[in-house]
C-alpha cells in the first residue's frame, strides 16, 4: 500500500468515514494535498459513498475487520478521525461480537497512532454522553430490550472508546481529543436515526401536524454537519485539545417545544402542534453539564440554527422527491430569525445584560466543569499502592531537595547580599547619625545574614562530600562570624542611639568668650538613656567576642588570594574590635556621669604647645576651666598661665629631680607638668589652680596639644577667627601662635582671646556641620588620643582604670622592656621644632637568659639662626628603662645620672643634651638585661620550645612622629613564627616604621 | 493547558519557593504553645522581695519562675520592695531569653549600682554540638576557676568543656567574689554575666 501512498505527504485515516461528514472530511484534506485512508463497513448503503470518496478523492477504503492488520503495512499517518458518532446514531443495540469487533479496531487504531505519533480525534455524542450521565444502575436494563442476543448499547460502546482513548492519552501519551457532537443537521444529515428532530421533520413534511409527547421540555443539542466538520479539522490542528474532551454544538442547546414552533414557522404545511401523555415513568429533568464547547478554542458555528433547519427540511424533501411549497425566502428567514429570537423562551434569548453577565460567570462555569469533571473522573479513577508510592516518594524528594539545596542556595545568596547592601547602609546612616535609620538597616542586615548562615548550615551534608569539608568547615566559620558582626552591629547603633540623640539635641548655653552660664535647656534623659545604652554595648561586646573565636578558626590559606585579604582583613577588624570593645563597653556606662547627671562636674582643660617641649607633650600657655551639670556646659573660661601664675602668691618647692635638672627655685602652674606620668602632672596643675583660686573642686584634667587642634581645623580647611585678618588653617596656626608669644606681656589678653576665639569657632563648626564631618571629627580625636595629642586624667578611680586600658591616660608603668626617652626643653626658645629626630633600637639576643640593647637616637637642628624662637637645642633628658638592667655605655649625654625610680619601678638615666643651631647630636645608651636581674625578663619560653620577645618603646607626647628602626638578633638555631610587618634579614629582624604612638613589639620564635 | 498558564504556575511556585526560604514560616512554629518549645526566665534576690518588670510590664515578684515567654531580647528591671521610697536602686538590664532554655537572673539590691551586684546566665544556639562557655564581668579582669581550675581573667572566651554542670568561682581584688553553678548544653553557649560587687573599705 505504502509504495502507492506518497510518504512525503500527510496521511489521514477516517473511520466510520463512508457518511456526509467523512466525505466532507475527506475533501478538505485531500485539498491540502494529505493521503486519505477510508474504513468503514462494506454495506449496500456505505457502498455508493465509498466509491465517491475513492474516485473523487483517491481515497484507499479499507473495511472495519481489517483494521487490526493495519498496522504492518503502514508507514505513515499523521490524523486519525474516528467518526463513531456516526456510528453510533445509525446502530441499534451490538451484539458481542460486533461490540468485541469495534473495540478492537478502536484499539489497534489506538496502536498505530502510537506507533507513527499520529493526532487522534474520536467522536461521540453529546446524546450518548447525557444518557450515560444520569443512568442509573436500576435503569440498565431499559437501555437495552433484547439484552440475551444484542446486549450491549450505544452508550456503552460510546463509554467504553472514550474511557480508552482517557486510558492511552493518560498511560501512553496518545494526542487524542474527544469530541461530542451534537445532532448533526442539516444536508447530509443521517436520515435513519430515530431521533425528535428526524421524527419531526419527517411528520412535518409527510403529515399535517407536529407531535410532542409531554411537555415539550425536553431538551437536545445541534450541529450543522459542515460546521461540524470544520469543527472537527480546528481541533484537530489546534494544539490546545491534545487530551481535552469538547462539545462540538451550538451553544445553546433547543427544547423540542421550541424546535416545534420553529418548524411550524418555516414549514406551515406542518399545520399545527399536539401534545400527548407521555408515558409517565420518565421521573423530573436530570441536570447535564456538557463537556466544555469547542468555541473555548475559538471555533464558531458559521450556520445558525435556522439556517441548518431550513436546509434539514430541504434535505428532508429532497430525499423524499418532493417539492418544499412556501419555503421562506432568505429575507424572511431572516425576519423569522429576528422573531423567533424574540419569541423564544427568556432562557434562549441573549440580551446585552446576559452578555455581561455570561462573561463576568464564564470562568466560574468553567471552574465548575473542570471540578466536576475531575471529581467524576477521580471517581472512576483507581488508583494502584504502587502509583501512591510513587507519588509520596516524588513528594518526599521534592521536598528534600528543596530544603537541602534549594531553600539553602537562595538564602546563601540572598542573605548574603542583601545582609551586606543593609548592613553597609546602616554603617553609613550611623556614621551620619541617622541612627534610627541605621537601627532599621541593621537589624535588616541582622535577619540576613542570619538567613545566609541557616543556609550554610543546612548545607551541612556537603561537608561529606570528599575535600570539601575543610571548605565547609571554614566558611561556615565564616558565616557564624558574619551572623554574630552583624548582630553586634545593631546592638552597638542603640546602644549608641543615645549619644547620636544628644549630640543632635545639644546646644550650648554658653560659650567659650562669656564667663557667665544661663538659660535652662537641659540633657538628662539623654543621659538617663546612655544608661540603657550601655546595656546594648555589653551585648555588642558579647556579639563581637562569638564573631572573634568564630573567625579565630578560619584558616585563610585554602582560600584564592583575591579573597584571601578580603578575610585576614575582616579577622583582624575584628579582633581589635574584640580589644576595645570591652573597654569602651566600661567607659559608656560612666558616660552619664561624667557629664554630670547626678552633680556639676568640673573639668581642667589644659593647652600644651609642643614647639617648646615638655616632660607630657609641650609648654602650658594656657588653660581652661569647663563646668557641666546634667550634660549642659554651665561655665567656659580661657585664662592665660602667667594669669594664674600671676595669682600665686605662696612658694612652691619644685620636685627634687627637677631642681637638681634645671636648677629651677620656684615651681607654678607653666612648669607644672615636669612628671612624664600625666596623671601626676594633672595633679600638680589642679594644686596650683586651686592654690590661684581658680578652681575649688575638680573632676577631671584634659591636656591637649596644638598638634590636635591643628588636625582639627584642617578637617574644615580653615576656620575664621574674629580679629584674625586672615583665616586660621593647619599650616599657620603654629605661626600666628608664635606670633602671639612674641608679642605677649604678662596681664595682656591677646592669647586667651585668641584661643578662646578659636575654641569658638571649633565648637560652633562641631554643632552646625557635626553630622556631615562626625566620622572625621572622630577619626582625628581617636588618633590624637592613642597618639597622646590628648590625654586625659579622672579622679574617678574607675575612669582612670578604664582610660589606662585604652593608653589614653599618659599613665607611666612599668612595662616589660620598657624604653622611654623623654625630653625637656629648657632653651628658652622653640628649637625642638626645628628638630629632626630618628631613633635606632639595636637588640641583641645572646642567649635566652642575656640580652643586650644599645638605643641610639640622633638629632639634626634645622634651625638657621639663634634666634627666637629657633637657635640651639637645649635638652634635659629622661630615659626610663626596665629595673634590674645594667648599663654598659653611654654617649652623648652629659653629666648623665643612673637612678632607680621608686615611683615608677624604672630605671631613669638622665642627662643634658645639647644640638647646635645647623647642628647635629647623637646620644646612644648600651645596656644588659639578664634574668636572674629582673623580675620581668622580655624573653619569655612557652611550652613546646616557643620563644616570646616584647619591647614597649614609648612615644613621648608632643613629638612628631619620627623615624624608629628595631633591629633584633637572635641566635642561629631560632626559627622566627610570624613575620607581618618584620623584615628578616639573615639572623637578624628589623621593623622600619615611623613612630605615631607607642611601639609595642612581640617576636616569636620556634628553637 | 495553555503554554502561558504553565509559566504562570511555574512563575508563582519559584516566587512561593524564594519568599518560603526567606520567611521561613516553619521556624513560626517553634513559638506555638502546643508546640512546647518556648522561653523560660528565673529571677532571684538574695535580700527581700523585688518587683519583676519585662519591658516595663510587671510580671511578678521573686523569686519568679515564669515559663511560656517569647523568645528574644527584653528590658528586665529589678525593683525591691521597701518602706523607704527610693533608698535601693533598680537593676536594669538588658537580658536575651533563647528558644527551649531558661535564663537565670540572681540579684543583690543595694542602694547604688556600686553596692549591688548582678548574675545573669542566658544561653544562645549554636550551631554544633558543642557545649560553650563565655564568661564576662564587671569590671573586666577577675580570676574564673571552673570545677577548682583557673580559666584565666575575665573575659574568658568560649571554652569548650563537657555538658553538665560545672561550678564557677569568679574574684577580683577590691571586690566581693561569686559563685555560680552552670549548666552546660549541648548545641547552646552558655553567657555568664557578672557583675561584682565592691568591697567595703577596711579603715585600720
Redesign the interface.
Known amino acids: 500500500m505504502n509504495d502507492q501512498l506518497n510518504t512525503k505527504q500527510p496521511t489521514a485515516i477516517i473511520v466510520h468515514g463512508a457518511n456526509f461528514l467523512g466525505e466532507k472530511l475527506a475533501e478538505i484534506l485531500s485539498s491540502q494535498k494529505t493521503n486519505i485512508i477510508v474504513i468503514d463497513e462494506f454495506t449496500r448503503k456505505t457502498k455508493k459513498t465509498l466509491q465517491d470518496l475513492k474516485s473523487k478523492h483517491k481515497a484507499k477504503i479499507y473495511d472495519l475487520s481489517g483494521v487490526p492488520g493495519l498496522s504492518t503495512e503502514i508507514k505513515r499517518v499523521d490524523y486519525i478521525f474516528i467518526l463513531l458518532d456516526q456510528y453510533l446514531v445509525t446502530t441499534e443495540n451490538l451484539s458481542s461480537k460486533k461490540f468485541l469487533s469495534e473495540t478492537n479496531s478502536i484499539d489497534a487504531l489506538f496502536k498505530i497512532a502510537l506507533k507513527q505519533s499520529a493526532k487522534v480525534t474520536l467522536t461521540t455524542t453529546i446524546s450518548g454522553h447525557r444518557k450515560l450521565s444520569t443512568i442509573k444502575p436500576q435503569d440498565t436494563d431499559k437501555l437495552s430490550s433484547d439484552r440475551s442476543q444484542n446486549p450491549y448499547t450505544p452508550m456503552e460502546l460510546q463509554r467504553y472508546a472514550e474511557n480508552l482513548a482517557a486510558e492511552y492519552h493518560d498511560n501512553a501519551a496518545l494526542n487524542i481529543r474527544i469530541c461530542r457532537l451534537g445532532e448533526v443537521i442539516g444536508k447530509g444529515m443521517p436520515l435513519d436515526s430515530n431521533t425528535t428532530f428526524v421524527d419531526m421533520i419527517k411528520e412535518s413534511i409527510t403529515k399535517p401536524r407536529i407531535t410532542i409527547t409531554g411537555e415539550g421540555l425536553d431538551f437536545s443539542y445541534y450541529i450543522n454537519s459542515l460546521d461540524a466538520v470544520y469543527g472537527l479539522i480546528k481541533a484537530t490542528f489546534s494544539g490546545?485539545t491534545n487530551g481535552e474532551v469538547f462539545s462540538l454544538s451550538y451553544p445553546e442547546e433547543i427544547s423540542t417545544l421550541s424546535l416545534a414552533y420553529r418548524t411550524l414557522e418555516m414549514n406551515p404545511k406542518a399545520g399545527e402542534i399536539v401534545f400527548t401523555e407521555s408515558s409517565g415513568d420518565e421521573g423530573p429533568p436530570q441536570i447535564y453539564v456538557p463537556a466544555k464547547n469547542l468555541t473555548k478554542i475559538g471555533w464558531n458555528p458559521r450556520i445558525s440554527f435556522e439556517e441548518s433547519l431550513m436546509e434539514s427540511i430541504q434535505y428532508f424533501y429532497d430525499e423524499y422527491n418532493l417539492k418544499w411549497e412556501d419555503k421562506p425566502s432568505q429575507k424572511d428567514l431572516t425576519d423569522k430569525q429576528e422573531s423567533l429570537k424574540a419569541k423564544a423562551p427568556r432562557s434562549e434569548r441573549v440580551t446585552t445584560v446576559g452578555k455581561i453577565i455570561s462573561s463576568v460567570t464564564s470562568p466560574f462555569s468553567r471552574l465548575k466543569e473542570v471540578i466536576t469533571s475531575t471529581l467524576s473522573s477521580s471517581k472512576t479513577q483507581k488508583v494502584s499502592l504502587g502509583q501512591v508510592f510513587k507519588w509520596v516518594g516524588i513528594s518526599l524528594a521534592v521536598v528534600a531537595v528543596?530544603f537541602l539545596l534549594?531553600?539553602?542556595i537562595?538564602?546563601i545568596l540572598?542573605g548574603a547580599s542583601l545582609g551586606y547592601y543593609f548592613g553597609n547602609k546602616g554603617y553609613k546612616q550611623a556614621y551620619s547619625l541617622d541612627t534610627d535609620a541605621a537601627q532599621k538597616s541593621l537589624e535588616r542586615s541582622s535577619y540576613f545574614t542570619s538567613?545566609a548562615?541557616?543556609?550554610f548550615?543546612n548545607l551541612r551534608w556537603v561537608s561529606y562530600v570528599p575535600g570539601v569539608k575543610n571548605l565547609y568547615q571554614n566558611t561556615?566559620n565564616i558565616a557564624?562570624g558574619a551572623e554574630h558582626l552583624s548582630k553586634a552591629g545593631n546592638y552597638l547603633v542603640k546602644g549608641f542611639d543615645p549619644y547620636a540623640e544628644y549630640f543632635n539635641n545639644f546646644e550650648p548655653i554658653t560659650t567659650f568668650d562669656q564667663n557667665t552660664g544661663g538659660g535652662s535647656r537641659e540633657y538628662l534623659n539623654e543621659l538617663r538613656s546612655m544608661?540603657?545604652g550601655v546595656?546594648?554595648i555589653?551585648?555588642a561586646?558579647?556579639e563581637i567576642?562569638?564573631a572573634?573565636?568564630s573567625l579565630n578558626d578560619v584558616d585563610t590559606s585554602i582560600y584564592p588570594a583575591s579573597i584571601r585579604n578580603y578575610i585576614k582583613k575582616l579577622k583582624d577588624t575584628t579582633a581589635k574590635l574584640d580589644e576595645t570593645i570591652?573597654t569602651v563597653n566600661?567607659f559608656s556606662?560612666y558616660m552619664p556621669e561624667i557629664l554630670g547627671e547626678d552633680d556639676r562636674k568640673t573639668y581642667i582643660v589644659l593647652f600644651q604647645n609642643p614647639m617648646e617641649l615638655r616632660s607630657t607633650g609641650g609648654w602650658l600657655t594656657s588653660y581652661a576651666v569647663i563646668g557641666i551639670e546634667h550634660g549642659q556646659i554651665r561655665t567656659m573660661t580661657v585664662d592665660d598661665v602667667y594669669n594664674a601664675d600671676g595669682q600665686l602668691t605662696e612658694k612652691v618647692d619644685p620636685p627634687e629631680s627637677m631642681q637638681k635638672a634645671l636648677g629651677t627655685k620656684e615651681w607654678n602652674l607653666s612648669l607644672s607638668n615636669w612628671s612624664p606620668d600625666f596623671p601626676e602632672s594633672a595633679e600638680a596643675a589642679e594644686y596650683f589652680l586651686k592654690l590661684e583660686d581658680k578652681v575649688v573642686n575638680v573632676d577631671g584634667v584634659i591636656a591637649i596639644d596644638l598638634q590636635y587642634v591643628s588636625e582639627l581645623i584642617d578637617i574644615w580647611g580653615e576656620i575664621k577667627v574674629p580679629g584674625e585678618s586672615d583665616p586660621v588653617t593647619k599650616d599657620n596656626i603654629y605661626d600666628k601662635v608664635i606670633e602671639i608669644h612674641k608679642e605677649f606681656t604678662p596681664g595682656s589678653t591677646n592669647k586667651p582671646v585668641f584661643l578662646s576665639n578659636l575654641a569658638n569657632e571649633i565648637l560652633k563648626k562641631l554643632l552646625s556641620d557635626g553630622k556631615s564631618k562626625i566620622s572625621e571629627v572622630s577619626k582625628v580625636t581617636t588618633e590624637a588620643l592613642d597618639e597622646n595629642h590628648i590625654q586625659i586624667y579622672m579622679h574617678n578611680s574607675?575612669v582612670a582604670?578604664v582610660l589606662d586600658n585604652l593608653g589614653w591616660s599618659g599613665h607611666l608603668e612599668p612595662k616589660t622592656n620598657i624604653i622611654y626617652p623623654v625630653e625637656w626643653n629648657y632653651g628658652g626658645n622653640k628649637a625642638n621644632y626645628y628638630i629632626d629626630r630618628s631613633t635606632t633600637v639595636a637588640t641583641n639576643i645572646i642567649d635566652e637568659n642575656t640580652i643586650q640593647q644599645k638605643l641610639t637616637i640622633n638629632y639634626e637642628n634645622s634651625s638657621t639662626q639663634n634666634i627666637y624662637p629657633e637657635g640651639d637645642y637645649e635638652c634635659f633628658i629622661r630615659i626610663f628603662l626596665p629595673q634590674g638592667v645594667t648599663l654598659v655605655r653611654v654617649e652623648g649625654i652629659e653629666s648623665y645620672t643612673v637612678k632607680e625610680s621608686s615611683s615608677f619601678q624604672l630605671e631613669t638615666l638622665s642627662g643634658h643634651i645639647v644640638v647646635p643651631t645647623k647642628g647635629q647630636h647623637s646620644i646612644s645608651v648600651t645596656y644588659r638585661l639578664e634574668r636572674e636581674d629582673m623580675t620581668d625578663f622580655p624573653l619569655e619560653i612557652g611550652p613546646g620550645s616557643k620563644l616570646t620577645y616584647r619591647l614597649n618603646f614609648i612615644k613621648q607626647a608632643g613629638l612628631d612622629a619620627d623615624p624608629i628602626t628595631i633591629q633584633v638578633s637572635y641566635p642561629d638555631l631560632w626559627e622566627p613564627t610570624d613575620l607581618s610587618d618584620i623584615q628578616r634579614e639573615i639572623n637578624t629582624l628589623v621593623k622600619r616604621t615611623n613612630l605615631e604612638k607607642d611601639e609595642d613589639l612581640v617576636l616569636t620564635w620556634e628553637k | 493547558m495553555?503554554k502561558s498558564y504553565r509559566i504562570i504556575i511555574i512563575v508563582f511556585i519559584a516566587a512561593l519557593?524564594?519568599a518560603?526560604?526567606?520567611l521561613?514560616p516553619w521556624s513560626y512554629l517553634a513559638y506555638l504553645p502546643i508546640v512546647g518549645k518556648n522561653a523560660a526566665l528565673t529571677v532571684n534576690t538574695t535580700a527581700g522581695k523585688s518587683e519583676v518588670f519585662l519591658d516595663g510590664k510587671k510580671i511578678g515578684e521573686t523569686p519568679l519562675s515564669s515559663e511560656n515567654l517569647a523568645p528574644g531580647?527584653y528590658?528586665l528591671k529589678v525593683s525591691r520592695i521597701s518602706g523607704s521610697e527610693d533608698f535601693y536602686t533598680d537593676i536594669?538590664?538588658?537580658i536575651?531569653l533563647e528558644q527551649n532554655t531558661r535564663t537565670f537572673v540572681e540579684a543583690e539590691i543595694g542602694p547604688s549600682k556600686q553596692f549591688s551586684s548582678l548574675k545573669t546566665l542566658y544561653y544562645?544556639k549554636?550551631?554544633t554540638n558543642e557545649s560553650e562557655l563565655?564568661i564576662?564581668s564587671?569590671?573586666?579582669g577577675a580570676t574564673v576557676w571552673i570545677d577548682n581550675i583557673r580559666y584565666g581573667d575575665t573575659?574568658v572566651?568560649?571554652q569548650k568543656l563537657d555538658d553538665g554542670r560545672h561550678e564557677m568561682k569568679i574574684s577580683l581584688d577590691g571586690y566581693e567574689d561569686e559563685d555560680a553553678a552552670l549548666i552546660l548544653r549541648e548545641g547552646y553557649?552558655l553567657?555568664a554575666?557578672i557583675e561584682l560587687m565592691a568591697r567595703p573599705v577596711q579603715l585600720d
Open positions: 490546545k528543596y534549594i531553600a539553602p537562595i538564602q540572598l538567613l548562615n541557616t543556609g548550615q561556615s557564624d544608661e540603657d546595656q546594648y555589653e551585648s561586646s558579647i567576642s562569638l572573634t573565636e570591652g566600661e556606662s574607675q582604670e | 495553555k519557593a524564594i518560603a526560604a526567606i521561613r531580647d528590658k536594669t538590664k538588658l536575651h544562645k549554636i550551631k563565655y564576662k564587671s569590671p573586666p573575659p572566651t568560649t553557649t553567657i554575666e
